[in-house]
């Protein structure tokens, strides 16, 4: 019996939307323990040398401003790596398609909820209240910068989940050249 990949891709290949649905969970679940982390390695630091945090961001909020967002566009691509990254296992096929579809799954939800919380006010916006990536920024947050801001974390996010979803193929395509050596 011959092991026919291309046989096999052109039958079962294609965006699976469950295995991107699963990578955005996860992603979505690495973004929060990772940024609970970083939060906690703040405090850390903080603590072991006396510095107030928070007066440090005060006084120089432009250094501070930089940190913050380096780790969290390192957050956003470790997160959505991983989130590829189990769409792509999970698939089998077409590494960079699930890695996009992981994404989108992203955009959508935080489209969905940013929606909501228009209509329900700032109260309910659950994005905001579990530091879950990406935020949609909605009414008054809608600025130049924010906006830019915004496009920049998504495009890390895409960058990662595409990353992820090649990562997560490449297990498959190993199995496939031991199979068809036999």
Request: proline residues 2%.
């Amino acid at each position: 019996m011959k092991h026919d990949v291309a046989r096999e891709k052109e039958e079962f290949g294609g965006i699976k939307i469950g295995s991107a649905f699963f990578g955005w969970l996860t992603a979505t679940g690495t973004a929060i323990l990772l940024s609970a982390l970083a939060a906690a390695l703040g405090a850390a630091v903080g603590s072991a040398t006396n510095t107030d945090i928070a007066g440090e961001a005060t006084a120089d909020p432009q250094t501070a401003s930089i940190i913050s967002s380096i780790v969290l566009l390192a957050i956003l691509l470790i997160a959505y790596y991983c989130g590829g990254y189990v769409a792509g296992r999970m698939a089998r096929f077409n590494g960079v398609k699930q890695g996009i579809a992981v994404w989108v799954w992203a955009i959508v939800i935080a489209f969905i909820v940013a929606i909501l919380g228009l209509i329900a006010g700032d109260q309910f916006n659950i994005l905001s209240q579990i530091n879950s990536f990406p935020q949609i920024p909605a009414g008054d947050d809608l600025t130049t910068t924010g906006i830019i801001a915004a496009l920049i974390a998504a495009a890390v996010a895409l960058l990662g989940a595409i990353l992820g979803g090649l990562a997560g193929m490449r297990f498959h395509r190993k199995v496939d050249k031991a199979g068809l050596r036999t």
